[in-house]
């Protein structure tokens, strides 16, 4: 069985670009999140879909918006990029919401310059 | 969600038993506990989870305080493998999504 997949793997931008990012579940995973780890921290909540629909959203500025397909797959898209930007962004998915564990991707390196 | 703490770093010799702890004073009664743990460059990996009773699987045991304030991790016979970051989380079960710290570097030494 497959695992999470996301691509690309590395993603280099520049300044003020746009930069979109691609997640695929698990089959049979309806729910889909999405973190950033900068270097030497630890993950931080950006955005959860379920079913087609966002159900939450971590503090992050409006530039971050993603949204998710019929097929369960989703993209990040990450608006006006800024230096701090630059992260690994993973996504994870799970066979509903609730108590049930993240199955992870490797990530998507992201560089901004 | 309740706050977790975890130690910064710890260390431990393959062949031995590696307990990482974690504090989760403010806990509620429908918090569960949960364990990943990321190895360098690759994304987080579920290990165990348990809401009052201890837990054990293939890869580690899960001790719970009868308070349930805090739980240790225990992986019996740790290898060089094991080396990573070790997050310990508590998830309600409203349905939000989790939010991981620094959690705990394991430095596992031959």
């Known amino acids: 069985e497959a695992g999470v997949t996301q691509s690309p793997t590395h993603l280099i931008k520049t300044r003020g670009q746009q930069a979109t990012l691609r997640c695929s579940p698990i089959?049979?995973?309806?729910?889909v999140y999405w973190y950033q780890q900068a270097l030497g921290l630890g993950l931080q909540f950006l955005l959860w879909y379920d079913e087609g629909e966002e159900r939450n959203r971590g503090n992050f500025p409006p530039r971050f918006s993603g949204r998710q397909f019929p097929n369960y797959s989703s993209e990040l898209n990450v608006n006006a990029l800024e230096l701090e930007d630059s992260a690994l962004y993973l996504c994870?998915?799970?066979?509903?919401?609730?108590?049930?564990?993240?199955?992870f991707g490797s990530g998507t390196q992201l560089s901004v310059l | 969600d309740a706050k977790t703490t975890q130690p910064t770093s710890m260390d431990c010799a393959e062949g031995r038993a590696a307990n990482l702890p974690c504090n989760h004073s403010t806990i509620s009664g429908n918090e569960y506990v949960y364990w990943y743990r990321q190895i360098h460059s690759q994304g987080p990996q579920y290990i165990i989870h348990?809401?009052?009773n201890n837990e054990t699987n293939e890869m580690a045991s899960l001790i719970i305080t009868e308070d349930r304030k805090s739980s240790t991790l225990i992986l019996p016979h740790a290898t060089l493998r094991d080396t990573a970051v070790y997050y310990c989380i508590v998830l309600s079960n409203s349905g939000y999504a989790l939010n991981f710290g620094k959690g705990t570097s394991l430095l596992v030494t031959p």
């Open positions: 994870a998915s799970s066979l509903r919401q609730g108590i049930e564990k993240l199955f």
């Open positions: 089959s049979g995973h309806t729910s």
């Open positions: 348990g809401l009052k």
